[in-house]
C-alpha cells in the first residue's frame, strides 16, 4: 500500500491539479509572510483555501470526518511550520497576530473576534517555547492537539521525550501495615465539578451565536445556512494515505458552487432564545443557577466533606483576564463555604479553565510574567486556605496538586492533570514535568500505604481518555496498579457527562481492580443536565457504600424562570443497577451484564450519561452505546482488547 501510495504521489504530482503537502505547506506559508504573489501563485492558493476552508465553525458542529480530520493535520502542520520560519525569521509576536488571525478566519476556523483573541492570548507562550526548545516541532505540536482515540498513527508526533517510565517501590506485605487510629463513623461527601460560571450570562439572550460560547451579553445570532451542507463536497477531492493527503484542484469550481448555493439560503430565522437557568445549546452556568444547585445542595442534605473537582470559568477561551477569572475563583469558594458553613471541609481540583489562557499550566522553572503558572496558584492558596494545611499549601504552590488528610485513616489527593492535558502548549516545552508530578503522586501514595491509609484521588480529567498524553495514561495506569489496594476511590470532572471506569490488572488474569467514578458536571455545556452527587463511605475501607445523582429537568425548568428549578434524585448506583456493592468487581459484573443478558441496564446506563437531557438521551444508538461501553473499559488510551471483546460479547450474544 505505501509503496503504490509514492507511486500515486509521484505520477499523479506531474499533473497540475494534484497538490501534495509540500506544497499547501509553500502556500500558507506565502500567505503568512505576506509575499507578493504571481496571478498564477493567486489562483492556487484562492483553490487550496477553497478545499482548506471549513463550512462550519470548529466549535459550532461535531462532525469528525476523517477527511476534515486530515486537512486539520495539514493546516496545522503547515501554519506551525510558516510560524517557526517566521520566527526565526526575527519576526516579533505582534508582527504574527495578524497573519495568524487571518488565516484562522480564511479557512473558516472562527470569526475574526474569536481568532484574534485567542491567539493573542497564546501566542506568546508558543513564540516563547519555539524560541527555547529544540526539540520542539510543529509535529508534536500538532500531534499532541490533535490526538485521537481511535488512531495512533494519526497525525502522530514522534519524540522521544515523550518515553519515561516512572518508578513504582516494591509491593510491601500487608502484614506490615500498621492500623491507624480511624474515626469509626460514616462519611458523606457531596461531590460536583464543572461550575463553568458564565458572569456574562444572559437570560433569554442568544443561544445561537456565532461565537464558540453562546447565551452571553452583546452577542450576534449565527445565520442558519450551515446545517445545509454536512462538508461532504468537499471529500472527493481529498485522496488520504495515513495522515497524508493529496488534493485534487479538480472539483474546486464545483465546491465553489456548492458554497455559493448555501450562503444564498443563509438566512436569520427565529431561533428560541435562552433559557433562564441554562441553555443546553453552547451555553455556561448562569450564577443564578450555580447558587442554586448550592442552596438547594446544602438545604437537602447533610455532609461532612465536599469534593469539587474543578473547571469554576467559563468557555469563553477568546476574552478571558486574569481579573475575572480570580473574581469568579472567589464566587465560587466563598458561596459553597457560607452556604455549607466552615465545619465543612471542601476539598478542591484544579480544572483546565482555570488558568489564564485557559489550558496552560506552565512548569515552575517558567517565572516570566504572562507566562508562568504560580500566579494561579498562589491566588488559589489564598482563596483555599481555610482548607488547606502548610504541607498542602507548600505542595500548590509548585504544582498546582496536594495532598491532605479527610480524617484519621482517610487522605484525599487532589491531582493537576493538567499538565497532562494535550492543549497545555508546555507539554512540548518540557514533557517531563508531567513525569515528576507523578512522581509526586507516588511519593504520597506509598506514604498513605505506609501509614495504613486509604485514599481518595481527586483528579479533573479522566484516566484513558485522549485528552491526556498517552504517556501519562499508561503510566498512570502502573500506578493504580501497583496502590490499588490504598486507592479507594477516584472521582472525575471535565467531560460534563456522568460516567463511570474500571480499572483491570495488567497481569493475566486481568481482574477488575479499581473504579473511577465520573461526577457529571455542573452545566449544560452541551446538551446535559447539570448535576452533582451524594457519597457516602464507611471506615476503615472508605470505599464507596453509595453514590446518589442528583438533576433537574432543564426543559422543565425552563418553561417558568421565575420558579427554582425542580431537583429530584435521578438514580443510585447501587440500587437502580442492582448491584451488590460497588467494587470493582461487581461494576464489572454489571458491565458484563450489561452486554450480554441485561441490555435494559446498558439502555439506562445511556439514558443516565447525559442525565436525561432532552436533546441527548433519546439519541443514543447502538454505536453510541457500544462507544459508551469502550469509555468503560479504556484506562489507556489506545489499549483497547478490553473493548474489543465486550464488543464481541455484544454482537453473539441472542437476546
Ligand atoms: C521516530 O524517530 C526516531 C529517531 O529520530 C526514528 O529512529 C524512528 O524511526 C521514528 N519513528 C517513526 C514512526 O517515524
Ligand atoms: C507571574 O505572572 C504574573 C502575571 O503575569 C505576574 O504578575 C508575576 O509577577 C509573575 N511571577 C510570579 C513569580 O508570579
Ligand atoms: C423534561 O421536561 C419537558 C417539559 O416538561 C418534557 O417534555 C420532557 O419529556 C422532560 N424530560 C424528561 C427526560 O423527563
Redesign the pocket.
Known amino acids: 500500500m505505501k509503496v503504490f501510495f509514492i507511486f500515486f504521489l509521484i505520477f499523479n504530482t506531474c499533473f497540475a491539479d494534484f497538490i501534495t503537502p509540500d506544497v499547501v505547506e509553500t502556500v500558507i506559508g506565502k500567505y503568512m509572510k505576506n509575499e507578493l504573489l504571481s496571478s498564477a501563485e493567486q489562483k492556487l492558493q484562492e483553490d487550496v483555501f477553497e478545499i482548506l476552508k471549513r463550512t462550519q465553525h470548529v466549535t459550532t458542529h461535531e462532525y469528525r470526518s476523517d477527511v476534515r480530520m486530515s486537512l486539520d493535520c495539514l493546516v496545522c502542520r503547515s501554519a506551525f511550520s510558516a510560524l517557526f520560519e517566521l520566527i526565526r525569521a526575527g519576526a516579533s509576536d505582534d508582527d504574527l497576530i495578524r497573519p495568524l488571525s487571518n488565516i484562522c478566519v480564511l479557512l473558516g476556523i472562527e470569526s475574526y473576534n474569536v481568532c484574534s483573541g485567542a491567539i493573542s492570548l497564546n501566542l506568546n507562550i508558543i513564540t516563547y517555547i519555539i524560541r527555547n526548545t529544540p526539540e520542539a516541532t510543529p509535529r508534536n505540536f500538532c500531534g499532541l492537539v490533535l490526538q485521537r482515540s481511535d488512531n495512533p498513527n494519526f497525525c502522530s508526533y514522534n519524540d522521544s521525550r515523550f518515553e519515561w517510565q516512572v518508578e513504582l517501590p516494591q509491593r510491601i506485605q500487608s502484614a506490615n501495615i500498621p492500623t491507624p487510629v480511624i474515626d469509626q463513623s460514616p462519611l458523606t461527601v457531596a461531590i460536583l465539578t464543572d461550575a463553568h460560571i458564565d458572569p456574562l450570562y444572559e437570560a433569554f439572550g442568544v443561544a445561537q451565536c456565532d461565537e464558540p460560547t453562546c447565551c452571553r451579553k452583546g452577542q450576534n445570532l449565527r445565520p442558519s445556512s450551515e446545517i445545509v451542507t454536512d462538508g461532504s463536497e468537499v471529500e472527493n477531492s481529498v485522496i488520504r494515505h495515513g495522515d497524508n493527503v493529496l488534493l485534487n484542484l479538480g472539483d474546486v469550481p464545483k465546491i465553489k458552487e456548492i458554497r455559493m448555493r448555501n450562503s444564498m439560503k443563509a438566512q436569520t430565522r427565529y431561533v428560541e432564545p435562552a433559557g433562564y437557568w441554562g441553555d443546553y445549546r453552547n451555553c455556561d452556568t448562569p450564577r443564578w443557577a450555580f447558587d442554586d444547585l448550592i442552596e438547594r445542595m446544602a438545604s437537602t442534605h447533610k455532609f461532612d466533606v465536599v469534593y469539587y473537582i474543578g473547571d469554576t470559568i467559563d468557555h469563553g477561551i477568546w476574552e478571558t483576564s486574569y481579573e475575572l477569572i480570580d473574581e469568579i475563583h472567589q464566587y465560587l469558594i466563598s458561596k459553597m463555604r457560607t452556604t455549607f458553613g466552615e465545619d465543612v471541609l471542601i476539598i478542591p481540583a484544579i480544572g483546565n479553565h482555570e488558568s489564564q489562557p485557559t489550558n496552560q499550566f506552565a512548569p515552575m522553572s517558567v ?1 516570566e ?2 507566562l ?1 503558572t ?2 494561579l496558584y ?1 491566588g488559589l492558596i489564598k482563596k483555599w486556605d481555610p482548607y488547606l494545611t502548610e504541607e498542602a499549601k507548600a505542595s500548590l504552590r509548585v504544582r498546582g496538586g496536594f495532598s491532605r488528610l479527610v480524617r484519621p485513616g482517610l487522605r484525599a489527593i487532589s491531582i493537576n492533570t493538567n499538565v497532562a492535558y494535550k492543549y497545555n502548549w508546555w507539554l512540548v516545552y518540557d514533557p517531563l514535568e508531567m513525569k515528576r508530578h507523578l512522581e509526586w503522586l507516588v511519593q504520597e501514595l506509598h506514604r498513605a500505604e505506609l501509614a495504613g491509609e486509604k485514599v481518595h484521588i481527586l483528579s479533573h480529567i479522566p484516566p484513558g481518555v485522549h485528552d491526556l498524553a498517552h504517556v501519562w495514561t499508561r503510566e498512570y495506569n502502573r500506578i493504580v496498579n501497583r496502590f490499588s489496594s490504598t486507592i479507594a476511590a477516584e472521582f472525575n470532572g471535565h467531560i460534563h457527562s456522568d460516567e463511570f471506569k474500571i480499572f483491570y490488572s495488567s497481569v493475566e488474569p486481568k481482574l477488575p481492580i479499581n473504579v473511577a467514578w465520573g461526577v457529571g458536571g455542573a452545566t449544560a455545556y452541551t446538551n446535559y443536565n447539570l448535576n452533582y452527587k451524594i457519597a457516602t463511605f464507611n471506615p476503615p475501607t472508605y470505599a464507596p457504600q453509595s453514590i446518589k445523582t442528583f438533576i433537574y429537568n432543564l426543559t422543565e425548568a425552563n418553561l417558568t424562570p421565575n420558579r427554582r428549578p425542580h431537583w429530584f434524585q435521578l438514580y443510585d448506583m447501587k440500587n437502580s443497577f442492582g448491584v451488590k456493592d460497588l467494587s470493582a468487581q461487581s461494576m464489572d459484573d454489571l458491565l458484563q451484564r450489561m452486554v450480554t443478558t441485561e441490555r435494559n441496564l446498558l439502555d439506562l446506563y445511556v439514558a443516565y450519561v447525559p442525565k436525561l437531557s432532552d436533546t441527548r438521551w433519546p439519541y443514543c444508538n447502538n454505536n453510541c452505546k457500544l462507544d459508551n461501553v469502550c469509555r468503560i473499559v479504556t484506562t489507556v488510551l489506545w489499549q483497547r482488547e478490553k473493548c474489543d471483546e465486550l464488543q464481541f460479547l455484544y454482537s453473539n450474544t441472542n437476546t
Do not use: R, S
Open positions: 517565572t510574567p504572562k508562568n504560580t500566579w498562589e
